[in-house]
């Protein structure tokens, strides 16, 4: 809390010193206007507009058909309606891939056109050159590694990383590779709690977790995920807090009822004269 009362803006600084002091770190995912009030009003730390939109949103298989006009377009929604939350951009598949100029204009877009305060991007030890690039400029840069979903098929499908050792070497680099790059935080996804745990204690960026175990810095999970948008898909890290579709579907059962025995619209609901 500040002075005032209110509770003061989340920036990339606060990341570092809410990990200083102990103090866990929550993101959720949101991708358009009253989501991201709800985060808002119930204390969220930042607010990521994720490309999984493009599976959660659009039905899409994958996140890799994700493009950057949709990406700016929801991330606009999303900050116009953050207070306090930092709001942080994802970058879809090639976004910056293929080259630093790619990177930097693309980030920047997320900035300047779609008001977020930071991009995440994925990838360990190879793009670490153009995170720092990006951070050079002025952008903050959240990372992302262990699996990571925009090499779904390279990975050969959302499988937990760091189980084998050179797997896990490498995961240890990249991580190390992106705190020097000066990442203000990284995704750690589906990895071995206790790799989380040793790279959480070796780096000064906060780790922020999904599917990587209770001792990271904070913890991310997808909005739609835990209030239960959709039918049985459940992935084991995911902890359901409640079952959205079957309120929706409720009451699109009870409004089509309501219509076709003629109980909707009554009097009350219509204009007599
Ligand atoms: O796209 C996304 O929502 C993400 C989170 C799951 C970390 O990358």
């Given amino acids: 809390m500040s002075a005032t009362g ?14 200083r002091k102990g103090e866990k770190i929550v993101v959720l995912t949101a991708y358009d206007y009253y989501t991201a009030r709800i985060l808002e009003d119930n204390g969220v730390d930042a607010i990521l507009v994720g490309d999984s939109l493009n599976m959660v949103l659009y039905g899409k298989k994958s996140t890799l058909s994700a493009e950057m006009d949709k990406m ?10 953050s207070r306090r939350a930092l709001v942080i951009g994802d970058m879809p598949f090639l976004s910056y891939q293929p080259s630093v100029e790619t990177a930097i204009l693309n980030a920047g877009r997320f900035l300047k056109e779609a008001g977020a305060e930071a991009v995440k991007l994925e990838g360990g030890i190879e793009i670490a050159p153009t995170i720092k690039r990006l951070i050079e400029l002025g952008i903050p840069v959240m990372g992302h590694i262990g699996m990571t979903p925009q090499s779904i098929n390279r990975l050969g499908g ?20 992106l705190d020097e ?21 070796m780096v000064k960026m906060a780790t922020i977790g999904i599917g990587a175990g209770p001792d990271c810095d904070g913890q991310v999970l997808v909005t739609n995920d835990i209030i239960g948008m959709y039918g049985e898909f459940k ?39």
């Fill in 72 to 81: 700016v377009f929801h991330t606009t929604a999303v900050s116009d309606a």
């Fill in 6 to 19: 209110k509770s003061k803006k989340i920036t990339t600084l606060s990341f570092s010193r809410k990990k």
């Fill in 181 to 201: 790059a000066g990442c203000f935080a990284s995704v750690l996804e589906l990895m071995t709690a206790p790799l989380a745990m040793e790279i959480s204690k």
């Fill in 235 to 273: 992935p084991r890290f995911v902890r359901r807090y409640a079952n959205v579709s079957d309120v929706i579907g409720k009451a699109v059962k009870q409004f089509t009822d309501d219509v076709r025995t003629g109980d909707y619209p009554t009097n009350e609901e219509s204009f007599l004269e």
């Fill in 158 to 177: 959302a499988r937990v990383q760091g189980r084998d050792e050179s797997d896990k070497q490498y995961i240890i680099e990249s991580a190390q590779a």
